[in-house]
């Protein structure tokens, strides 16, 4: 047996071991208002408002914010060739694709699902910008679960994927407020 093959199965295992976390969350995305409130969340979790946060700490604190700023851009970066290498290496397919039982509420931006990119990076930037700002947080914690729970609930994501995307997410938020 090869690693890619014990690594399928391990993968295949735990696709059923969280089908029906996976089935009981994504029938939220039954309702109009809960898959609007998700979909929503999902869509500006892509990239768009944490770029305009990179760019609007700067302009809303001056030069203080500069080097918080530059480490969320550049963990950013980090995160990104780390789950797109993870999502190659892994190739786990999405829920929606692996399991009749899981309806797809909004399009993929990509086949594979393990980690969530998305639940990564809004992790390590809220990680960071709340560090350096507090008061962030009564807006950017509340947003990032909501993203994280997206995931899942449109059927995108497992919830190990979720749960090892906040993971990376907080390791790359904790190292970049470590080189501030």
């Not at 399928?8 to 609007?36: H, K, T």
């Not at 980090?78 to 399009?107: C, N």
Request: one cysteine or more; proline letters at 4%.
């Amino acid at each position: 047996m090869t690693g890619h093959q014990s690594i399928s199965q391990l993968i295949a295992r735990f696709d059923v071991a969280e089908l029906q976390w996976c089935r009981r969350l994504n029938r939220g995305a039954d309702s109009r208002v809960v898959r609007a409130l998700f979909v929503f969340a999902s869509r500006i979790g892509d990239g768009a408002l944490w770029y305009a946060l990179v760019l609007a700490l700067p302009l809303a604190f001056g030069r203080e914010a500069l080097p918080t700023a530059l480490s969320m851009a550049a963990t950013g970066l980090a995160g990104l060739l780390a789950y797109k290498w993870l999502k190659r290496t892994f190739v786990r397919e999405r829920p929606f694709i692996r399991h009749r039982g899981i309806s797809l509420a909004t399009a993929p931006l990509d086949r594979y699902s393990f980690p969530s990119g998305h639940t990564l990076h809004a992790v390590s930037f809220t990680w960071q910008a709340v560090h350096f700002a507090p008061d962030l947080g009564f807006v950017l914690l509340p947003l990032a679960a909501l993203i994280a729970a997206s995931r899942v609930v449109l059927g995108l994501h497992y919830p190990t994927d979720v749960l090892v995307g906040a993971a990376i997410g907080a390791g790359f938020g904790a190292v970049g407020v470590a080189t501030l």
